[in-house]
């Protein structure tokens, strides 16, 4: 197995930061209404059109890729993805109707199939089918565009709504072409690229609907400073998840894109631990790094032992994660001046160990079904401290998230040109501008430690 430790250290390191939703204060929100709140009804919804949208596109490569090198897993990643689009379509049919769910629901499996048929036809090596496939993506992309603009009542506007479908199958083919020219790196860029556009279209697609139906939404907003925090920290959590689960299976098969995987996981953390530094200051990020390659080392550790068979190993791996948890929850309990709670935040840990640990055991004893299962629900979990997390830095600064938002609608489409500022930027910028404050946090509880 060609697993090095140097390599997942610094990427899988906040595998562990998963406090349950729960962990924060009842009263996060109690300093201004929905001007200070990460959890209302419309950023609800624009958090579950994220997840799901996102989670498609990452299940969409999976497959793709599955399918091109024709592995054993590859059933279990489609039964994933086939999964996503019914949760998918209970949104939309949340939303409006039955009937709208079920056309919803025709379109989107099709142009999966029509995906399918472009891995089908590059397997074979005919070019013309391969065309066949990106004509029928084209004609998809008119009728789609059509169906949100009119159930929208034209709030998106089909043109653009085509741009942004059009970028959509740019970055999944790209992804998947790019994986079989064997151009690793070009591959995970442009996955990680289609899992924050499917973002920006939960952006435009909930600010529509939000606008649509006020009253089901308690006349509450989608695009909020607030809910673009929670927004951006779900998309980053959410992320780093995924391409986790994608490196340690890469890293106990010895595979090609081992290295492109592990690339991008470090630039998913890149983004996470600029926003840390920004609020802790450059002391507090090394502090973090440190506490975070010493639990990532435990993971590797674990990797290690599964693949030389070393049960020994693999328990004292656990046992050293477990120890680490305490420490690491006191820490963020302290940094948001108890916001967050150290117990609840150690069950969220163990939570997300056992999900992480549970798909890897998983797939390597070859159960696919099982394995996948984790993956989602590993996925779905990082939702809890995005909104534990942002909850808790709202709190503290309020001011900074006045809801001075535009009341009439963005001439969004789904994410495309007319709507292409990416979140990451927005919350490093939130978290720039309180970042004095939450240094504080930081003295305190270095001046604790010292004790």
Sequence with gaps: MNLKRSHLAVPLSLLLLAPAGSALAEDHGKHGGEASSVETPASDLRTT????????????????????????????????????????????????????????????????????????????????????????????????????????????????????????????????????????????????????????????????????????????????????????LSHLLTEHAALATMAMQNGIDGSEDFEASVAQLNANTEDLTAAITSVYGEEGGQMFNEMWSNHIGFFVDYVTATAEEDEAAKEEALASLDGYRADFSSFLETATEERLNADQLAEGLQMHVDQLVGAFDSYAAGDYEGSFMDIREAYEHMLNPATGLSGAIVDQFPDQFANNMPEQMPNTGMGGAADNDFPIEYLLALLFVIAGGSAFAYRKFAADTKE
Excluded: C
């Excluded at 379109?107 to 891995?119: A, E, K, L, T």
């Design 49 to 232: 059109l994220g997840h799901y949208l996102s989670e498609h596109a990452f299940l969409a490569i999976e497959a793709m890729r599955r399918g091109a090198d024709g592995t054993e897993d590859f059933d279990a990643a489609v039964n994933a993805l086939n999964a996503n689009t019914e949760d998918l379509t209970g949104a939309i049919s949340s939303v409006y109707g039955e009937e709208a769910g079920a056309q919803f629901n025709e379109m989107w499996n099709s142009h999966i199939g029509f995906f399918v048929d472009y891995v089908v036809a590059t397997g074979e090596g005919d070019q013309a089918a391969k065309d066949d496939a990106l004509a029928s993506l084209d004609g998809y992309r008119a009728d789609f565009s059509s169906f949100l603009e009119g159930a929208t009542g034209e709030r998106l506007q089909a043109d653009n709504l085509a741009e942004g479908l059009q970028a959509h199958v740019n970055q999944l083919i790209g992804a998947f072409d790019s994986y079989v020219a064997g151009d690793f790196d070009q591959a995970y860029m442009y996955e990680r690229e289609a899992i924050g556009h499917m973002h920006m279209v939960a952006k435009g697609l909930s600010g529509a609907i939000t606008d649509q139906f006020p009253d089901k939404f308690d006349n509450t907003m989608a695009v909020t400073p607030a809910a673009d925090l929670r927004a951006a």
